[in-house]
Each structure stands twice: as structure tokens, then as C-alpha cells.
């Protein structure tokens, strides 16, 4: 039930691109991304409710495809800021009384200036 | 004013010993989560309560005591400590309880059994 992340670590210069994907074998209503420096906690990004839905916060941005089960995020012009791990939750569909984020394994994104 | 705060913030301790960490939000949230980090930076759930009421267990040792005295408060009771036990346990807190919001989490509580 756990989330697939994927890559697992990414480096990059100043200055380039990236894509983190994650992807449920479950029918998902939300998928979530937080970013965790190290030493800290873990931190929001976005939510993404609806299928198709995109979101952005300040150059990071994500998509959310319902049908596949999947949401990517991606990092355009990265900062040296940007370093940390990422996390995507997954929240699943269909009612539930108690809802929970299952998270996924993480992507640890590395920034060389 | 730190929005979820935890205490303490590190906690070195023996096998088999007793420990408490202390959870508290002042977001108003009526939902709060135990969250335990692993050395591989696994994020797993262990608990949540809404408004005092425990409404998530994720098959966490029996061990594992969580209370809820009031929906500002989560704190976590671990009996007969454990090496693998050594983690960071992270409170969260949200304002929804059948759809989660934005979760909120304090800065961690690192545990280290020897």
C-alpha cells in the first residue's frame, strides 16, 4: 500500500531540472508532497485533490493523473535551497472515518552549486 | 509560538526501559498523528486520534500507549524498550479527520535505545 517513489536520489547542479514521480497500486483521492531537510520535520509542499489537477509553489509544481494512480513533481531552475527529501503521501479513495497519508519511501535531492 | 511542539527532543536510553514523549498543538486541530522515522527515513503511521478518540492503530506493539487527554495533547507511552525501537517519532496534526489536510508536524523526538 505504500507508494512507489522514484528516483530514489537525484543530484543536480544549480540551475537544472528535475522529475520525482510516485505512483499507488490503489485508487487514490489525494496525493501530498513534503520536503524534510535534514535534522528537521518533515515540511508541506502541496495536496492535490483532483484527477488532471496541477499545482505549483514557487518553481516546484506537480501533477496529479487519477486514472494511473500517479503525481509527479517537478523542479524547474533548482536552488541550493531545494535540497532535502522528498516525500509524496497517498491518501486513498473511497470513505473512510479515519483517513490517513501513507508515505512513500522518499527521493533525496542533492544541489551542487 | 511553535505550532506542534514536542518534548524532549532526544532521548538516549537502556534496553527494557520506560520512556514518554509529549506532544502538544495549539492549531486548534482535532486530529493528531504518531509518526515513527526510521534510519531509512521511512515515515510510517502508528497512531491517530481525533478529538481524544483513538481512530487509528497500525498493528504497533502492544508496547506502544498512546493518550489523548484533551485534542490539543498526544503523547506516547513505550514500555520495555527495544533496540529497533531507536527512531524519530514525529507528532503531526491536521484539522480534517475523513480527509487529511495539510499535516503539521512538530520537530521530532529522536530516540535512541542501547
Known amino acids: 500500500q505504500q507508494p512507489v517513489q522514484s528516483p530514489q536520489a537525484v543530484i543536480l547542479r544549480e540551475g537544472e531540472d528535475a522529475v520525482i514521480n510516485c505512483s499507488s497500486s490503489?485508487?487514490?483521492?489525494?496525493v501530498h508532497w513534503y520536503r524534510q531537510k535534514h535534522g528537521e520535520a518533515p515540511v508541506f509542499l502541496m495536496i492535490?485533490?483532483?484527477?488532471?489537477e496541477q499545482k505549483g509553489h514557487e518553481k516546484i509544481s506537480a501533477s496529479f493523473n487519477e486514472k494511473k494512480q500517479q503525481s509527479s513533481l517537478y523542479l524547474t531552475a533548482s536552488q541550493l535551497s531545494y535540497s532535502g527529501t522528498y516525500f509524496c503521501?497517498?491518501?486513498?479513495?473511497?470513505?473512510?472515518?479515519?483517513?490517513?497519508?501513507?508515505f512513500g519511501s522518499g527521493t533525496r535531492l542533492s544541489i551542487r552549486p | 509560538d511553535t505550532a506542534v511542539s514536542q518534548t524532549p527532543k532526544y532521548l538516549v536510553t537502556q534496553m527494557g526501559n520506560d520512556k514518554s514523549i509529549k506532544c502538544e498543538q495549539n492549531l486548534g486541530h482535532d486530529t493528531m498523528y504518531w509518526y515513527k522515522q526510521d534510519s531509512k527515513k521511512f515515515l510510517k503511521i502508528m497512531f491517530s486520534y481525533n478529538n481524544k478518540e483513538l481512530i487509528i492503530n497500525e498493528t504497533v506493539p502492544n508496547r506502544f500507549s498512546p493518550k489523548s487527554p484533551d485534542k490539543a495533547h498526544l503523547n506516547l507511552h513505550i514500555n520495555s524498550l527495544e533496540l529497533g525501537d531507536s527512531a524519530v517519532y514525529f507528532c503531526?496534526?491536521?484539522?480534517?479527520?475523513?480527509?487529511?489536510?495539510?499535516?503539521?508536524f512538530g520537530e521530532g523526538s529522536r530516540l535512541t535505545v542501547l
Open positions: 503531526a496534526s491536521t484539522s480534517g479527520i475523513s480527509y487529511t489536510g495539510e499535516l503539521f
Open positions: 503521501g497517498t491518501e486513498g479513495a473511497g470513505y473512510s472515518s479515519a483517513s490517513k497519508i501513507i
Open positions: 490503489k485508487a487514490l483521492y489525494s
Open positions: 492535490l485533490l483532483k484527477g488532471g
